[in-house]
């Protein structure tokens, strides 16, 4: 199916899935809505994202993050998922589409069986957690879509507990540019500061200049000296900064557990840790996670860590790669339950094609009147 067609049925299935959402009575909804009894049909195509700002990681630098749409249509409602595959992850366009072309998901015929869809996906191929999250994701809009009710309300959260979230900056050796990128972080109230490659006393100096906005620091394993993170730790906590996120190499689990012993800031787990049970194993040397759908392989895992986390004592962080406000309003469902978000994987990118999460005062806020992820698709 081509791009337009593609759209166009999504949107046709949009139609049809936002009329019972509003019109659904509570007594009507049990008998109407609890017996489907179609096929679950999935179909997914290639969706490149084009970046308004070059992204300088401390080990590459990128443009465009490749990405894969998904739809999951039942009786005329889609649910709508994606997968962002950042080069780091090690997913791409071929393996998502081959993963989602050997997905056999007409199998069920009870959507609702969330367990047993993720342990077939588990089972047919291990990785590939992008390509599940575009799935899950999908499953959780349509399973909302039939519910008529947002997750977060699912989730039994409260809307009005969803934190700020944070704008990511990162060093730009042109000063304009880098000036520019500070004065978009104007509506936010924790900016978020990509480190790591050699300059970072000089973003936050650059920032300084023009706001005294609160900073987190994401140093994406960019320190490898444990002395000279300490000294970065010490010196942040005397520029408003919340925590320091992925600080050292993943691998250096002991440095990075004895960096926690002085740290004064919280450090918070990222590329160390993927899904569920590597929350216990960041409990040795970090004091929070940052959890992200493309790595949790969903929304379902995703709930489960946010619980084992807190269970655990640590703080939780909900985060997102560069994505539409697809894969980032289905993130925002989870975010009353978090203390820190960085959820602006939309606003990083030019080319959108949903509306969902809205940042209103630097916080976020969930569309509170949407089933499902809480999305509409924008280019019909
Ligand atoms: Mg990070």
Same mark, same amino acid.
């Given at each position: 199916m081509n791009r337009r067609n593609f759209l166009k049925t999504s949107a046709l299935g949009l139609a049809f899935a936002a009329a019972p959402a509003v019109s659904l009575s509570a007594a009507d909804a049990p008998t109407r809505r609890t017996a489907p009894s179609g096929r679950l049909n999935l179909t997914f195509e290639p969706y490149e994202l084009k970046l308004r700002h070059a992204f300088n990681l401390a080990k590459y630098q990128r443009t465009t993050t490749p990405g894969v749409q998904v739809r999951l249509e039942l009786d005329g409602i889609v649910g709508y998922g994606e997968a962002s595959m950042p080069q780091y992850l090690g997913e791409s366009v071929d393996s998502v589409s081959n993963f989602l072309s050997q997905v056999d998901i007409a199998q069920f015929k009870d959507p609702f069986r969330v367990e047993e869809i993720h342990d077939y996906l588990d089972n047919l191929m291990p990785n590939n957690r992008a390509a599940k999250a575009s799935v899950d994701i999908a499953l959780h809009d349509l399973l909302g879509k039939i519910m008529g009710q947002p997750w977060y309300k699912i989730w039994g959260l409260s809307p009005e507990k969803a934190p700020n979230t944070s704008y990511t900056i990162s060093y730009n050796a042109d000063p304009k540019e880098m000036e520019t990128e500070i004065a978009e972080t104007?509506?936010?109230?924790v900016v978020k500061v990509k480190m790591g490659l050699g300059h970072d006393k000089e973003i936050v100096e650059a920032l300084r200049r023009q706001s005294d906005v609160a900073i987190c620091v994401d140093a994406n394993q960019g320190w490898s000296d444990k002395a000279e993170a300490l000294e970065m730790c010490e010196w942040l906590a005397g520029q408003n900064c919340l925590f320091v996120e992925q600080p050292m190499p993943k691998e250096m689990i002991d440095e990075t557990a004895w960096l926690r012993e002085r740290s004064p800031l919280p450090l918070i787990a990222d590329e160390f840790l993927q899904r569920l049970p590597d929350v216990v194993r960041a409990a040795q040397a970090y004091d929070g996670i940052n959890i992200k759908l493309m790595k949790s392989t969903g929304l379902h895992e995703a709930h489960k860590m946010a619980v084992l986390a807190r269970a655990l004592g640590m703080k939780v962080m909900l985060g997102c790669m560069t994505e539409t406000s697809c894969a980032v309003t289905a993130a925002a469902q989870l975010s009353p339950m978090v203390d820190w978000a960085d959820l602006d994987g939309n606003l990083l990118?030019?080319? &959108?094609i949903f509306d969902g999460i809205k940042i209103v005062d630097g916080k976020v806020t969930i569309?509170? &009147?949407?089933?499902?992820?809480g999305v509409t698709l924008l280019d019909a």
């Open positions: 104007a509506p936010f109230k990118i030019a080319n &959108d569309p509170e &009147d949407r089933p499902g992820i």
